[in-house]
């Protein structure tokens, strides 16, 4: 088997994020008609654009590919190592002309994701990292928020699940909600301490989380599923419970909030 090292990966991660960067600057955000697949997801040329660019920049013999924007393949089962890609994570965002979307890409060895990189070409922000390097920030190093509770902490939420109302039931919570698109991005913010915690409220797909995932992970932060199982990647199926990701104080806080919440609204049903 092929060794590789982490540096070399990354290198990898890198020039694809700056090749899909320059792909996504041909089109202009706010001005590019979309379509809609099943579940009314949005999906652009962008989005096809980038993921043909990203899978010949990366994909090399050997290695499994997993991305929203291919058909998938389960050959990728078998192999050890396998991109898991998001070529536009918030192609609603990008489509509204919102800059809070981003390339990402993730790699997974043995159902891991051990390096990540996610790369915002509107505010011009790039995210990288693995598991044995810690994680850079626009080229500087980067951790996770050392804040130790909730008091004052910034929670980035799901732009589409709080106009939705699903976080009505966090108004009175101590700490602060931001809406923001793409959970990718959300992700990467947390990882780099631009934000102390994001988690989803619905499920996602491996693709929409792999990276940031990573991301959060090599800087010292943690995640967990929904579910509060690990995060394991190159499933045949790659929807998931949803995630949790924080800087490494917060994990038992968010847990016992969460926990609480669960509580109260099952309380309040009709029995």
Do not use: Q
């Given at each position: 088997m092929t060794s590789y090292s982490s540096a070399e990966t990354l290198e990898r991660i890198h020039a694809a994020l700056e090749a899909g960067r320059e792909v996504l600057n041909?089109?202009?955000?706010g001005a590019i008609e979309a379509e809609y697949k099943a579940g009314h997801d949005p999906v652009t040329e962008a989005d096809r654009a980038?993921?043909?660019m990203l899978?010949?920049?990366?994909l090399r013999e050997g290695e499994g590919w997993l991305s929203e924007e291919t058909i998938d393949d389960h050959s990728r089962l078998s192999k050890q190592?396998?991109?898991v890609v998001d070529p536009l994570d918030g192609t609603r965002e990008f489509v509204q002309g919102i800059p809070e979307f981003c390339v990402s890409i993730a790699m997974v060895e043995n159902g891991v994701p051990i390096a990540g990189g996610i790369c915002n070409p509107a505010t011009d922000e790039l995210i990288l990292g693995a598991r044995d390097t810690g994680v850079t920030y626009n080229g500087s190093p980067a951790q996770p928020s050392q804040?130790?509770?909730?008091?004052?902490?910034?929670?980035?939420?799901s732009r589409s699940e709080v106009k939705r109302g699903e976080w009505k039931q966090f108004e009175s919570?101590?700490?602060?909600?931001?809406?923001?698109?793409?959970?990718?991005y959300k992700l990467g913010l947390v990882a780099a301490g631009r934000a102390d915690l994001t988690f989803t409220l619905v499920p996602k797909n491996e693709w929409d989380v792999a990276a940031g995932a990573a991301l959060v992970e090599s800087a010292g932060g943690w995640t967990l599923k929904l579910d509060h199982s690990p995060l394991r990647c190159n499933q045949k199926n790659p929807l998931i419970s949803g995630l949790l990701a924080g800087g490494p104080f917060l994990r038992s806080p968010l847990l016992a909030?969460?926990?609480?919440h669960a509580q109260t609204?099952?309380?309040e049903r009709p029995s």
């Open positions: 041909r089109f202009t955000p980038v993921d043909a899978k010949k920049h990366l190592r396998v991109w804040r130790r509770d909730l008091h004052g902490a910034l929670v980035l939420a919570a101590e700490f602060n909600i931001r809406p923001m698109g793409s959970v990718a909030l969460l926990e609480h609204i099952a309380a």
